[in-house]
């Protein structure tokens, strides 16, 4: 499976557009990007995945440039709420296995 | 909403002592999980089963022991427990990756802090 190196942590403020950028140079041609959440003693959740160009839903865009090395988790607008910590997997073709890295710990102040 | 639960928030034992950790899963899914989550260490797969009676060794598989009866039940045994499995240990389910438009969707429980003295 891919490895994945993501910042440790990133600080913001409400109201502003959080960008976590991931890096998987060694992505295969059937992986997938998967980002998960996880709050204080909470297990991670899922948010949102994709395999190439740009895939958004309600809580979050994903974009993915064409040679699929790296990813952007895109959090617009963030609130108090989104402070956790944000982990980056490539799922490989069975997509049972995760690894999950350290994650980015994201802190939004007031 | 599916739903995983754990047998217990917080847990403690002693060193040597058998420990049951019980998770049940609401859902059908086919797989099931078990994480420990360090500080700095990030969570890393201990076992993970995709049928009844069936299980793979994850990545930290040493001190650890699975047994899946039921496909809605995954326990994850500590034979003799020692300190440095002192941990949170999470559980999570999911439907097969090839099953799914989602792969690697999986969904967690709360999560069960043991402390081993």
């Known amino acids: 499976l891919a490895k994945t190196t993501q910042p440790i942590s990133m600080d913001s403020y409400e109201g502003q557009e959080v960008n976590i950028t991931c890096s998987h140079n060694?992505?295969?041609?059937?992986?997938?990007i998967t980002w998960y959440q996880q709050f204080p003693s909470q297990g991670p959740r899922f948010i949102i995945q994709?395999?190439?160009t740009k895939v958004t839903n309600e809580v979050a865009s994903l974009f993915i440039p064409a040679d699929r090395k790296s990813s952007t988790l895109s959090l617009p607008r963030v609130s108090l709420s989104d402070t956790a910590v944000y982990y980056c997997?490539?799922?490989?073709?069975?997509?049972?296995?995760?690894?999950f890295g350290g994650g980015t710990r994201v802190l939004v102040k007031p | 909403d599916v739903k995983v639960t754990q047998s217990s928030r917080y847990l403690v034992k002693r060193t040597g002592e058998k420990v049951f950790l019980e998770c049940v899963q609401d859902?059908?899914?086919?797989?099931m999980f078990w994480y420990r989550q360090d500080p700095g260490l990030g969570l890393r797969l201990i076992y993970f089963?995709?049928?009844?009676?069936?299980?793979e060794k994850g990545d930290i598989p040493e001190g650890y022991s699975v047994s899946r009866e039921k496909k809605e039940r995954f326990s994850l045994i500590l034979e003799s427990a020692s300190t440095n499995q002192t941990s949170m240990y999470l559980c999570?389910?999911?439907?097969?990756?090839?099953?799914?438009?989602?792969?690697?969707?999986?969904?967690f429980g709360p999560g069960t802090r043991l402390t081993v003295l």
């Open positions: 999570a389910s999911s439907f097969p990756g090839t099953a799914r438009n989602s792969r690697g969707e999986q969904f």
């Open positions: 060694n992505i295969a041609t059937n992986d997938y």
């Open positions: 994709g395999y190439k």
């Open positions: 997997l490539v799922v490989g073709a069975a997509g049972n296995k995760l690894t």
């Open positions: 859902m059908d899914h086919e797989n």
């Open positions: 089963s995709y049928d009844v009676k069936m299980k």
